[in-house]
């Protein structure tokens, strides 16, 4: 098996606003989906999200806010889980409750070197 990184990524400024019924229901079904993975012992770490600012720091020591506002969608969070090729990697990130939402994974496979 092989490690792989699920990057959730979505435009901030078009997620809907939600109510605290809403945000409830929005966790449940991340954490149904996370535990389904877990329950397949495919679940390496289930990660965190992310804030939507911070810092790009430049090869010229220069350090600028972030990430980029004129990129449409930001990096909201991030999982890694195990499977044996990027193809079944991307089988388990279909259920991510970010597609539901207007976002999108990207399954990258994590290298040993």
Same mark, same amino acid.
């Given at each position: 098996m092989k490690d792989f990184l699920l990057v959730f990524r979505t435009d901030y400024n078009t997620m809907?606003? /939600?109510?605290?019924?809403?945000?409830? /229901?929005?966790?449940?079904?991340?954490?149904?989906?996370? !535990? !389904?993975?877990?329950?397949? *012992?495919k679940l390496t770490d289930r990660g965190n999200r992310l804030v939507p600012s911070g810092k790009v720091v430049r090869?010229? *020591?220069?350090? /600028?806010? !972030?990430?980029?506002?004129?990129?449409?969608?930001?990096i909201v969070g991030y999982s890694i889980v195990? /499977?044996?090729?990027?193809?079944?990697?991307?089988?388990?990130?279909?259920?991510c409750p970010?597609?539901?939402? !207007?976002g999108n994974v990207e399954v990258r496979e994590i290298s040993v070197l």
């Open positions: 809907p606003k /939600a109510s605290p019924e809403e945000m409830q /229901a929005s966790t449940k079904r991340w954490m149904d989906w996370i !535990g !389904g993975i877990a329950a397949q *012992n090869a010229d *020591n220069v350090i /600028a806010d !972030g990430p980029y506002t004129e990129i449409k969608e930001s195990k /499977a044996a090729t990027v193809k079944e990697a991307a089988e388990l990130a279909k259920g970010i597609l539901k939402v !207007g």
